[in-house]
């Protein structure tokens, strides 16, 4: 029985990349588009939906303790 291979699309570029061993990057190609991924969250051009934080805003201090 042959083992079946898994491809998915990189998520910067979209070239297919096998889902092992060999591909030490993935979901990504490469290196490269591994960067600009965690650049663009870094940047926070990309977040995940949810709540608000409210840590910061609700007037409690560290400082007032």
């Not at 993935?26 to 709540?51: H, L, N, T, V, Y």
């Amino acid at each position: 029985m042959s083992k079946k291979i898994t491809v998915v699309k990189c998520p910067t570029c979209g070239q297919g990349v096998e889902w092992g061993e060999q591909s030490p990057h993935r979901p990504f190609c490469s290196k490269k588009c591994q960067m600009i991924d965690f650049g663009e969250w870094a940047d926070e051009e990309k977040s995940i939906p949810g709540a608000p934080d409210m840590s910061d805003s609700d007037g409690w201090s560290e400082d007032n303790y």
